[in-house]
């Protein structure tokens, strides 16, 4: 009984075994050289067709004044009642 059980989980290993040996290896997903070879392939794109990107000078704005830098028409008083009428 014993050595059929042996058996059975040899057999068992075996399978396992031969399954992660093909399966690892594989190159699967994204990998460098695609992205390389992507750039190579996109044309280049002139300075005039990029848009225009806004200056960065070293002042990281937080809170109500990164929203309002990023959405001109915010307006602190509606959303602060907005806020209160939660």
Known sequence: MQVLELIIFAGLA???LYQLYSVL?????RQPEDNAAAEAARPAVRAADRPVEPVDDGVALT???AVKAQDPSFDVSRFLS???GL
């Open 63 to 65: 809170g109500l004044a």
């Open 25 to 29: 290896g594989r190159r699967v997903g």
């Open 14 to 16: 075996a399978i396992v």
């Open 82 to 84: 907005g806020a209160k």
